[in-house]
């Protein structure tokens, strides 16, 4: 079979490139140059599918109305709007906002039916693209078009009070109806999770012993009910959840999450890990009324704003997670990255070593190069791969995770954290790229800028990528400060207690889950920040004043950053060691195996493991999700 002829990633680059200049030439209504007139390897160039559309990938972000005005937004930095004209709707002129500096597309022409611009920085700068008119419809006294489901009116009077004659704040409300209707499905995920860790058989009353559970009421009232003042009904209900909830403790199932009850005879801490827990599953019995129900009228219920108000031991027990996770992450982190921070502070010359390890620090806990807009990574895949053969070498097998990591770090903290305008430069690249074989070739000609400037630190790490100067540095003496990292993470940990309520809620989550829930929420937070900044922005200036129930959204900036720490923090809790065997016992009742077998004989089995003869943790590495999905 003969030979594909493949072509090189320069080859096919500049093949790409000429496809969109082609491209370019069609949306202009140029005359198309003739393909014969092409190089043959150009002409070979596989065709490549439509990712995105060319109003986004001209820079368009948004067209915003209100009233008689029209407000035409461009991609800034990350996810931020850039105000870049208003238009008149009476008589389409336009004024420009943007300073010539911010300016990211030209506006060309505006009529009754279209929009005409263009891109100053990419898509083919110059070339003229058509969007359609949002203000063109007929028999309508409005410019502005109501919600699919015809409830504008109504939810702009629920979340602002009054209506409006604009499209901007029901774009903003719905950005917040998604952030409820996403916890929803992962607060129902982790109801049905808890309830069937209860697994009573023929006893339905557990399938709602979650749907009882909220944070009204202290661990105090929920342990002794009589001495409260609550009506008789509630305090049955409270004592039939109070039931249910030392049955579930009893079962050992809630250490699939990684909450194991300490083994202890001091009953205050045993105690105080209850009433954690208890307040946990309360919080998340509140999350899901919330959003279930409608409780906007009662702030002590309503989603965003239960947890500031209810009693401060729910609030003590969200400090307690997160300063935990903190403290362990913090916990020895300077000798567990010794060999790394000592050849940092040997390779940074310029850098004072407590500043390293802050930087450090930063790089492996905060993870604020995944905030960038790009990827540390893939840049670094690419000149490995282009050029960096000597590091494929099977010598570095059992080093190349530490190897990759410092070559992330100073691609971060020499280039990118110190030239924000590369940065931004690389971000407006990818986002003016069509395809994902385009974003390829992007990030192949910045990997080829790179490896010119990075080349001989890169050599100088792989020149240390040995056991014997592993070793040594290993030993070095750690000459800092004990208390450097403390004002880190009271910085990190210093979060607002929605944030820190999130985060809580990926305890009862796996990996995947935890990344999706997180992202996700970002996103929607972003927007609605980029919204309010909008609206109070001096040029659009219309009234943004949220009610009560989502005076939350008003820190909306500050709960996209926090968010961000809490998505690099949060993990996959290993189960606890006590829950082993009780997972060995599920495993075999939701295989339709004889329960039978006694807790000696499960015992005696799991005990193979450890001479390496038979089971080996298989049911370990299974999800939380899948280990309760089946009624137990």
């Known amino acids: 079979m003969a030979k594909k002829n493949k072509m090189k990633p320069r080859e096919l680059r500049e093949a790409q490139k000429k496809a969109r200049q082609l491209k370019a030439a069609?949306?202009?209504?140029?005359?198309?140059?003739?393909?014969?007139?092409?190089?043959?390897?150009?002409?070979?160039?596989?065709?490549?599918?439509?990712?995105?559309?060319?109003?986004?990938?001209?820079?368009?972000?948004?067209?915003?109305?209100?009233?008689?005005?029209?407000?035409?937004?461009?991609?800034?930095?990350?996810?931020?709007?850039?105000?870049?004209?208003e238009v008149d709707n009476n008589d389409y002129n336009k004024t420009q906002l943007s300073s010539e500096d911010n300016s990211n597309i030209e506006l060309c022409d505006v009529d009754e039916v279209n929009i005409t611009f263009s891109s100053k920085h990419g898509f083919e700068s110059g070339v003229e693209i058509n969007t359609s008119n949002p203000t063109h419809r007929s028999g309508e006294s409005s410019p502005v078009r109501g919600d699919m489901l015809g409830l504008k009116s109504e939810l702009e009077k629920r979340f602002f009070g009054k209506t409006f004659d604009d499209n901007i704040h029901i774009q903003l409300i719905y950005n917040i109806l998604d952030i409820e209707k996403i916890l929803a499905v992962y607060v129902t995920n982790i109801v049905y999770a808890l309830n069937n860790m209860l697994g009573e058989g023929g006893d339905e009353s557990h399938d709602d012993f979650m749907g009882y559970l909220s944070a009204k009421n202290t661990y105090d009232v929920f342990t002794d009910p009589d001495e409260s003042d609550l009506s008789k009904n509630i305090k049955g209900n409270i004592k039939k959840s109070l039931s249910k909830f030392n049955d579930l403790l009893k079962t050992k199932r809630l250490g699939y999450f990684g909450l194991e009850e300490p083994k202890t005879k001091d009953k205050r801490v045993s105690e105080a890990y209850k009433k954690r827990v208890y307040h946990m599953l309360a919080i998340v019995g509140q999350i899901r009324q919330s959003v279930f129900h409608d409780k906007s009228n009662e702030l002590d219920e309503y989603l965003y704003s239960f947890i500031d108000i209810i009693d401060s031991e729910y609030r003590d027990t969200l400090d307690y997670l997160v300063d935990e996770r903190f403290d362990s992450i913090n916990k020895g982190f300077v000798q567990g990255n010794k060999v790394n921070i000592s050849l940092l502070i040997d390779m940074m010359k310029g850098y004072e070593a407590d500043d390293i390890i802050r930087l450090y620090y930063d790089f492996i806990v905060l993870k604020s190069q995944k905030n960038l807009g790009f990827s540390i990574k893939k840049l670094r895949e690419k000149m490995l791969d282009e050029y960096g053969f000597r590091f494929k070498d099977k010598q570095y097998d059992s080093v190349r995770s530490k190897m990759y990591k410092l070559m992330d770090f100073l691609l971060f903290c020499n280039y990118y954290r110190n030239d924000i305008a590369a940065g931004e430069a690389l971000v407006r690249k990818l986002r003016f790229s069509m395809t994902d074989d385009e974003k390829e070739g992007i990030y192949a000609d910045e990997a080829e800028k790179l490896w010119g400037k990075f080349r001989n630190d890169f050599e100088n790490i792989a020149d240390h990528m040995n056991g014997d100067v592993i070793k040594e540095l290993g030993k070095a003496d750690m000459d800092f400060d004990e208390k450097i990292l403390d004002s880190e993470k009271k910085n990190a940990s210093d979060l607002l207690y929605f944030s820190?309520?999130?985060?809580?809620?990926?305890?009862?989550?796996?990996?995947?889950?935890?990344?999706?829930?997180?992202?996700?929420?970002?996103?929607?937070?972003?927007?609605?920040?980029?919204?309010?900044k909008i609206m109070k922005s001096s040029a659009v200036d219309v009234e943004c004043e949220l009610?009560?129930?989502?005076?939350?959204?008003?820190?909306?900036?500050?709960?996209?950053?926090?968010?961000?720490?809490?998505?690099?923090?949060?993990?996959?809790?290993?189960?606890?060691?006590?829950?082993?065997?009780?997972?060995?016992?599920?495993?075999?009742?939701?295989?339709?195996?004889?329960?039978?077998?006694?807790?000696?004989?499960?015992?005696?089995?799991?005990?193979?493991?450890?001479?390496?003869?038979?089971?080996?943790?298989?049911?370990?590495?299974?999800?939380?999700?899948?280990?309760?999905?089946?009624?137990v």
Do not use: W
Request: with cysteine; hydrophobic share 40%; net charge positive.
């Open 26 to 85: 069609e949306i202009k209504n140029d005359a198309v140059p003739a393909i014969a007139a092409m190089p043959a390897a150009e002409a070979a160039a596989p065709a490549v599918e439509k990712k995105k559309s060319s109003v986004k990938a001209a820079g368009m972000k948004s067209i915003l109305v209100s009233e008689n005005k029209m407000y035409i937004t461009s991609f800034g930095k990350g996810n931020s709007a850039v105000l870049e004209y």
């Open 500 to 532: 820190k309520m999130i985060y809580m809620l990926t305890y009862f989550l796996d990996g995947k889950e935890i990344n999706d829930l997180l992202t996700t929420l970002i996103s929607k937070f972003d927007n609605i920040k980029e919204f309010l």
């Open 547 to 631: 009610t009560a129930g989502y005076k939350l959204f008003n820190d909306s900036q500050r709960i996209t950053n926090e968010l961000f720490i809490v998505k690099n923090i949060a993990s996959m809790r290993k189960p606890a060691a006590s829950a082993k065997l009780t997972m060995f016992r599920d495993a075999l009742t939701i295989l339709g195996i004889d329960d039978k077998i006694t807790d000696d004989r499960i015992s005696e089995i799991l005990k193979l493991k450890e001479k390496g003869k038979g089971i080996h943790g298989q049911i370990g590495r299974a999800s939380c999700r899948e280990r309760v999905s089946v009624q």
